[in-house]
């Protein structure tokens, strides 16, 4: 936001002072005090309840496994004139966890694995957004997993739905950084170590 | 030995096709009884692998299998063979050719209702040929646990015929289908 008022400030200095032929721009306007608040337009935004998938998916055995967890939270503070400003928390449950197969749902969620009942969230928490080279927009925060807090960047898809917004991406992550796999599942050979994680969230403003 | 059958022996191709399906098959028993003696764990997923990989595999040599028999002749029995005979060895014969694909095809099933997709050796997936669905899992199962049993007890029948030609009628059925038997 502050960038965007600076450069806006700039244009206008220059602006008048090509027009009255006078000396140049000051060189740090005003308006660049970051004292001074946003122009009102960051908006926060929740997952609408029961909305939104966030799913996993990894090899195991040369075949690729997925799941999903049935129970997260998404709160989303944005504004597309200063998207540095946004900010991003999702809370997932982790005994949510869901593969269509009770064993592996079982083993997942064991001490070994996401042990649920140590630890029952996880969360990922990013105070700032930033622009990638290549025009996409991501969240830069740290993900806290079974203890591990680890940092990482998170793509953001946000796609208008009127008001509202639909946010997606995906994001690759090691399980084991995170300790997700401990005594036999520390072996990436029959169980990958990379996860790939998408998500489609339709969040709505909080009015 | 010629690649392709005659009317009196079996080319190498039926032969080596025959012999390496029986060795896969008794492989997969053992591979198979260790899995579902085993809980879910690292141990349990690689045997599974295995099990996956080594029937994908039949079901690709049943097809080659299929249509080399269907684009060769087949060896006649030899002429003293009694009617009922004759009627036994189609039946069976036509029973182990349907195993052969029959019980890959529901292993393949299981995997894809249990939402455990298939990969052939770790060298490229196959796809899902259900949906995800616990009770098909469960019907399949059993399924491929009763056509297994089947197949034991055709593959004995099939054995006892074998057996009888050598001993009893003392022909070349059994000995032309040795790896390196066979009549001139």
New interface residues.
Partial sequence: MTNYVALLTAFAALFAGASSGAEPPASKPAAADPASPPAGSAARFTQAPGTGSLSFSFMQAGAENKGSFRQFATELVYDPKNPAAGSLKVTVQTASLETQDKDRNDTLAGADLFDVKKYPTAQYVANSFAKRADGQLEAIGKLTLRGVTKDLRVPLNLRPAGNDYELSGEVALRRLDFGVGQGEWQSTEWVGNDVKLQYKVPVVRVR | MSVRNSTRSWGSLSKALHWIIVLLIINQWVIGMRADSLP???AK??A??WHKSFGITILGLAVVRLVWRLMNPVPDLSAETKPWERVLAKISHLLLYALIFALPLTGWIMSSA????????????LPDLVA?N?ALFQQMRSLHHSLFALLVVVAALHVAGALKHHFIDRNDVLRRMLPFGGVE
Avoid: C, H, I, T
């Fill in positions: 879910l764990g690292m997923l690689q599974l692998a249990k939402n455990f997709p298939v990969s052939w050796f770790r060298l490229f997936q995800p616990e």
